[in-house]
């Protein structure tokens, strides 16, 4: 930035953060505005004050820009627009997950497959606990009561089964945690 006392000329440069003070903007926004053709460095960090200033008017005022220009920041706002909906719309989920007001497919299948493997088990000790029974009946229509009042019997605890918001709750707070592990563990 030229000392007081002296007069700016077309040679005059500043660095990005006396460019934002200029135009009245962060110095993010100036080096996005580098890193999208709307302004110009002469060397890393260095920018010519009169010539930069001049692209900046024309970019907010929107006259001397490029149909190229308008097209780049127009996707780029586009762009923007986009990333900050996504990200929101995940925050939502995010936040439904944790209510409890969704849940996620693995969440699903991991506890539908632990129902599944408990009644299997239940299934499969059906002939172990018959087999002594079965072989004192004397006909085969009291065997197959005796079946059949068991698989009953395993059909009726079943229907009591209700949906349990703890285990997903569990869940979403067992992968959170995994989640928060360093990547350096792995």
Do not use: W
């Amino acid at each position: 930035m030229p000392e007081e006392g002296r007069s700016v000329t077309d040679e005059t440069t500043v660095n990005t953060k006396e460019m934002a003070m200029v135009i009245g903007v962060s110095t993010r926004r100036v080096q996005q505005m580098i890193q999208d053709g709307t302004l110009q460095t002469v060397k890393k960090g260095s920018l010519l004050l009169c010539e930069n200033v001049q692209r900046y008017i024309a970019f907010i005022t929107g006259n001397q820009m490029t149909e190229e220009e308008r097209k780049v920041e127009k996707a780029r706002r586009a762009a923007e627009t986009k990333l900050k909906v996504a990200k929101a719309d995940i925050a939502m989920l995010e936040a439904n997950e944790l209510k409890g007001k969704m849940h996620r497919a693995e969440d699903v299948e991991a506890l539908t497959q632990d129902m599944c493997d408990t009644i299997r088990n239940v299934l499969l000790g059906l002939p172990g606990q018959l087999a002594v029974d079965v072989s004192v009946c004397e006909t085969p229509e009291e065997c197959s009561v005796l079946i059949r009042d068991a698989v009953n019997s395993v059909l009726e605890e079943l229907s009591h089964y209700t949906y349990d918001p703890a285990k997903y709750e569990e869940r979403v707070r067992n992968r959170e945690k995994m989640d928060e592990r360093p990547e350096d563990d792995e």
